[in-house]
């Protein structure tokens, strides 16, 4: 069995260029939480994942 999906459509130009294009999760995460005092464990708690891995995205670690 191959991992490999295979696309109906073609993919739309703008989702290639991703040189041009930046996410911003982390920073506006960071940002939100820090505007309303909402502790990053209680982001975590929701999200359902660890207060490291909210660090990670707003501080933008990643471990690829």
């Not at 982390?26 to 820090?34: A, Q, T, V, W």
Request: glycine residues 4%.
């Amino acid at each position: 069995m191959s991992d490999i999906i295979e696309a109906s459509e073609p993919v739309p130009k703008f989702l290639t260029e991703c040189d041009t294009m930046k996410l911003y999760i982390g920073e506006n995460l960071k940002k939100f939480r820090m505007e309303k005092n909402v502790p990053l464990e209680m982001v975590a708690e929701y999200l359902g994942v660890t207060y490291q891995a909210v660090s990670r995205w707003e501080n933008g670690v990643s471990h690829t």
